[in-house]
């Protein structure tokens, strides 16, 4: 052999993913006890999965489910939906689901069959939008659904790309509205941004129906118009399709007013016909106000678990940290080359660490790896820090 230089790079890993989906929504509906299948038990449930609405009419289970999750699949198709999957679940009542321990007791088979479907990134309740809700003497507006709501916004942040879309309770209005949100809400912290309410119902001639159908189908039809990465858009300023008004006509100052309080109006536009006009989260941190701030963000850290898993079984090495690194940041450049994150260059305005600082020697023992990543994604003005953990416990 000729003498000279031999220069050898330590190869990626081969199992890169490709890119997480963002538009699949995951339709969850109630079957009473008078219409469970033969052996049934509460907390068991019925799926279903569609790409195209006539496969629901077409089912022989199809009357299982409730009648506003079936429109829903409607409307989620009808505004441009791809792909959706819809969940039965049995309950005995309605009381099932307003206590904590009760809900997730009937919740929990699903939600472990949701972990296992990761690339469900949307989530609506329909269904939950005409349970009761009470006032007390001091002005709190309580939703009988809150609880279910809450549970639903925890399996959302536990699987990151994940975000629920709530309808405005039925009948409820203005500061009534208003009221209810802020007592759901509490302080508003991050988990809120998990998720987002629109007002008002929707009408598709004399019929009333709750707008989450609809709203699935915008999220979808907006990532899928703007692909690879849709996220970045807003679902807002959008028509929606098959329906012919709102149920309530609201002037701009009004829908602007529901706007600052975190609930996203649906108008009707001259010319334009029925838009939604709103995309807040329930946050009341300014980081995650908006829904594509959460919604990118949350794409990222999907993006980089699939990406990196294979790290599990490697020895936790110097080696190995650099590897990390590289990969973590090949991969945001792609992101910020496609407009998903903020500076005048490529790793200008974001940072990647996988060291000995981020690694300690109790972290290690425990079986766990992390990779610190700051980014600024475009639609907020400050720096977010994510903390990718891989090994026993994967957390982002």
Not at 306 to 316: A, G, L, S, T
Not at 367 to 377: E, H, I, Q, S
Request: net charge negative; proline share 6%; hydrophobic share 40%.
């Amino acid at each position: 052999m000729k003498p000279g230089i031999s220069v050898q790079h330590t190869a990626l890993p081969t199992r890169r993913f490709g890119l997480v989906r963002c538009d699949i929504a995951a339709i969850l509906g109630f079957i009473p006890r008078g219409r469970w299948p033969r052996d049934a038990a509460a907390g068991d449930f019925v799926e279903l999965t569609l790409r195209r609405p006539r496969e629901l009419l077409d089912h022989p289970l199809q009357r299982l489910f409730d009648p506003a999750s079936r429109r829903a699949v409607q409307a989620f198709f009808d505004n441009g939906g791809d792909y959706c999957q819809l969940f039965g679940v049995c309950i005995d009542s309605e009381d099932d689901l307003r206590a904590a321990a009760s809900a997730q007791s009937v919740l929990e088979p699903l939600l472990e069959r949701l972990r296992a479907e990761e690339d469900i990134a949307l989530i609506a309740v329909p269904g939950a939008a005409y349970m009761r809700f009470d006032f007390t003497k001091t002005g709190e507006v309580t939703g009988h659904a809150d609880v279910l709501y809450r549970e639903l916004l925890l399996h959302c942040r536990e699987m990151a790309n994940r975000f629920l879309i709530i309808d405005a309770p039925r009948d409820l209005h203005g500061d009534a509205l208003v009221a209810w949100l802020s007592q759901f809400r509490g302080d508003g912290n991050e988990l809120y941004s998990y998720g987002a309410v629109y007002y008002p119902w929707l009408m598709k001639g004399d019929e009333i129906i709750p707008p989450s159908g609809s709203v699935l189908g915008v999220y979808a039809r907006t990532e899928r118009e703007h692909q690879p990465f849709g996220v970045v858009w807003p679902p807002a300023n959008v028509p929606v399709r098959a329906v012919t008004h709102p149920s309530v006509e609201m002037t701009w100052v009004e829908a602007g007013e529901l706007a600052d309080h975190s609930v996203n109006p649906i108008v009707t536009q001259p010319g334009r016909g029925v838009v939604v006009f709103g995309a807040r989260t329930m946050s009341t941190d300014y980081r995650w106000e908006f829904i594509n701030s959460r919604r990118i963000v949350s794409m990222i850290c999907e993006q980089l678990r699939r990406d990196n898993e294979w790290v599990v079984f490697e020895r936790n090495s110097a080696n190995i940290w650099k590897i990390l690194e590289r990969d973590v940041r090949a991969r945001l450049d792609e992101f910020w080359e496609k407009g998903m994150l903020t500076g005048k260059a490529a790793g200008k305005d974001y940072e990647v660490r996988c060291d000995a600082e981020t690694n300690p020697k109790a972290e290690r023992e425990a079986g766990r790896l992390n990779v610190m990543v700051r980014l600024r994604p475009i639609t907020t003005t400050e720096h977010i820090t994510i903390d990718l953990r891989l090994g026993q416990s994967e957390v982002v």
